[in-house]
């Protein structure tokens, strides 16, 4: 009964028709019968459900078969398993996502710790996110998270990551194979850190803002009047 | 910018024929010359050959940008086979500040010192401001420059004015339209290649008006621009005159490029520039290894030379020549718009991706484009499109990924 109810209420969620939808993509209710035992584990355990729904989603956006979502679904409950438990005690659900995004890309669960060693909570999803963005454009995993483990240990703050990530976003746009971008951005923001003057602090270690790739991190906004 | 990243070299040769109506020595009429140059990077090598000489110019130039403004340093040493010598240096900075992007402004100068034998060291110096106004598809803007002359231990100035109207007329096409107004002191010119210490005087004080019009068209392959323009004022400003630039570049592959110059430009009494009609043809090859992108001529003249969409449009994302272009960022208050480009046949387009929870989003169609009806914040996402109800799929031009079920997303970038 429990679980019809969540499939039922699951449909509804993702039916909402948002103001800008085209034509809103529903799940079946086999779909969501078949969805219910990953959603109630993730939720038990204390995961964040979004990024799930999300991708359920992009499956029947996609006409993918429904095992495939599920499978699809169910590895993502399980990255964010995992990150969470490499983040822990405390991490935020934004870090959740950023540690399975990271996760999904080839980084190791031991960088995942690396970096809550430096970050409080709160504040470690930023270096995940730029990570899985350096491997997106083509750097190595292994090398994304080692220059990044690096800033970040050196006080790289949140403003310098960001300006990391989109230093290296122009470089590769302007022809430059992505690890050597990385490796002559990361040089540079050493010299940077090696100033004690540029040094992170704790007022600056704050949550990022909106640099995310996390779902519904930045939906279409209403106008402003 | 574009020119130094890709630019391996240039082969041009060029047909300079001085104008008749210009401000140079009556015996350079109809007289023409012909230059053979190579551009390779920030280079140019540049033989010339005229009727009574031979001249070889060096011309390195070099300019960076970002989205806070561009300098530029150039320059030019020349010889000729009479033993004449001639060098120039040029120090440009334009500002287009961050903090400008709700009210854009823009601050422009340059500095240029010439040295010849014969003649005292010229030097000459510009300031332009400029205030703009923008809509999403059209714009306007005022600006002044003040400029100074140096020569012969006596300084010149002048003052222009000018008000400027822009409008997209489609996604690939712009066109605008120009007045302006500019006075100038007393100046001197000089045929510094052939006649050391010839001058032509103009009256005193110089005004005159001109009206312009410019249209500039961008295709993933091809680039045009044409500048037409008429002076009004006495005809020793020459007055009652007309003229006009035009360039194109054509990408024929990803690698080669054909690209055209050809224009009559009129002498500038605040520059100190003489008249010229000039046309040239070259061969553009980008270096292997390289991005190839679309080479865009040096701008000649103050109305494109500062075009609005590079202040209005952040430009293509991940987006090189070769590649068809489907995806434009247009810059808004919060964020930017993703426009899409995916031609004119198409009835209905929608795009989906992580921004929007996976649901799909019909694209609003505006002047041949199609627009995400909001803007995004700044982010990385995984967006893909469908058209007209056909299967999903990523944005051609963009990085992309393999997802979970088989296929591929496009990734965007809306930067801060």
Known sequence: MRRTGIAVLLALTLGVARPASSQAVKLDSALAAALSPTLDAARADGLPDAPLFAKAQEGVLKRAPRERIVGAVAALADRMRAARGELAPNATDHEIIAGAEALAVGVSGQVLRTVRLYRPRGTAAMPLEVMAHLAWRGVAPAQAADAITRAVAGGATTGQLVALDASVRQDVESGVAPPVALTSRTRGLTLQLQAPANRATAADAAPPQSMSSSPGAGRVRPRKP | ?416
């Not at chain 2, 130094?4 to 104008?19: D, F, Q, Y």
């Not at chain 2, 409008?167 to 006649?195: I, K, N, W």
């Open chain 2, 1 to 416: 910018m574009t020119v130094r990243r890709v630019a391996l070299g240039l082969l041009a040769a060029s047909l300079a024929i001085p104008n008749e109506h210009g401000a140079q020595p009556p015996r350079n009429r109809n007289e023409r010359n012909h230059d053979v140059s190579v551009d390779v990077g920030g280079l140019t090598l540049r033989r010339r050959a005229e009727p009574w000489h031979r001249a070889v110019s060096v011309v390195p130039h070099w300019r960076t940008a970002s989205e806070d403004g561009a300098l530029y340093v150039g320059g030019a040493v020349s010889g000729t086979q009479n033993g004449y010598e001639s060098a120039y240096g040029t120090l440009g900075l334009e500002l287009t500040p961050q903090s400008s992007r709700m009210h854009p402004w823009d601050l422009a100068g340059t500095a240029t010192v010439l040295s010849a034998r014969a003649t005292q060291a010229i030097g000459v110096a510009t300031l332009r401001g400029r205030k703009h106004w923008m809509a999403d598809d059209e714009g306007a803007w005022v600006g002044v420059t003040l400029g100074g002359r140096t020569q012969d231990q006596t300084q010149f100035g002048s003052i222009a004015a000018e008000a400027s109207f822009w409008r997209s007329v489609s996604p690939a096409t712009t066109v605008m339209l120009t007045a302006s107004a500019t006075q100038a002191g007393d100046f001197l010119y000089y045929e510094y290649a052939d006649a050391p210490g010839t001058e032509f005087r103009l009256p005193h004080t110089a005004r005159f008006g001109e009206l312009a019009a410019a249209i500039r068209h961008v295709q993933p392959r091809v680039e045009m621009a044409l500048d037409g323009r008429y002076r009004l004022g006495p005809s020793e400003v020459l007055g009652g005159s007309a003229a006009f630039t035009g360039d194109v570049a054509w990408w024929v592959t990803s690698r080669y490029a054909i690209v055209g110059l050809v224009g009559r430009q009129l002498a500038d009494p605040a520059l100190g520039t003489a008249s010229t009609v000039y046309a040239s043809v070259g061969l553009r090859i980008a270096a292997r290894g390289l991005a190839a992108r679309p080479y865009t001529a040096p701008p000649r003249d103050p109305v494109l030379s500062r075009r609005p969409e590079v202040l209005h449009v952040r430009g293509p994302a991940g987006w090189s020549a070769g590649l068809k272009r489907e995806l434009e960022l247009v810059e808004a208050r919060d964020g930017a718009f993703m426009q899409v480009h995916v031609g004119a046949a198409a009835s209905t387009v929608e795009i989906a991706g992580d921004f929007s929870g996976w649901q799909p989003i019909a694209l609003v169609k505006r002047d041949g484009a199609w627009r995400l009806p909001e803007p995004l914040a700044p982010g990385v996402y995984r967006v893909i499109v469908r058209i007209d109800g056909a299967e999903w799929r990523p944005l051609a031009g963009l990085p992309r990924l393999q997802d979970e079920f088989g296929g591929e997303v496009g990734v965007v970038t809306i930067p801060r």
